[in-house]
């Protein structure tokens, strides 16, 4: 097996940390002055979680890329994943944030995380995975249209299209690695 690449400039992973911090920061001095702006330590706990996990996703992926279609693709997915988060764990995605329905849309990130854990980041086993991401995701929002949740449905339609994207080029990544250990 071919060594991954050196790593990327160090800015763009310092740059990713310091993004994530700016973002508690900025929560924390909004809770001071904003009227309404409310967060409980919980939401500051739950929020620099998903940040954390993030930034961690993203250093352990660079750390393996061999080609900036792997980069790419980890950049989407990653993003993707923190997204669908953000925006079900804010305000939700069907209803309000306290629907049960809700908890569907985390099954995604789920399959990713195994099989990113199954199959070592290979990324060819990351292009199947992200294949299968979609699928999902699609599936779920399908089944939106079916109960006429348009607004959850097509938003699951564009979080199944990225993950098709990333799928793509995990496969390109995959294909590149292939031809140089030939």
Known sequence: ??????????????????AAAALLIAAAIARQTVPGFNWTAADFIGVGTVLGLACLAWEIAMRRAASDAYRAAAALTIAGTLGLAWINLAVGIIGSEDNP????????????GSGAILTRLN?????????????????????????????????????????AIAA????????ELRQRTA
């Open 1 to 18: 097996m071919i060594a991954p690449a050196p790593l990327p400039n160090r800015w763009w992973r310092a740059g990713a940390w310091g």
């Open 101 to 112: 329905a809700n908890l569907v849309f985390f099954a995604v990130p789920a399959i990713g």
């Open 123 to 163: 990324p060819a086993g990351m292009a199947r995975t992200l294949a299968i991401m979609a699928l999902v995701q699609a599936a779920i929002a399908a089944g939106n249209v079916v109960f006429a949740l348009v607004p959850a449905a097509v938003l699951g339609g564009f979080f199944a299209g990225l993950w």
């Open 168 to 175: 793509t080029l995990f496969r390109k990544a995959a294909g």
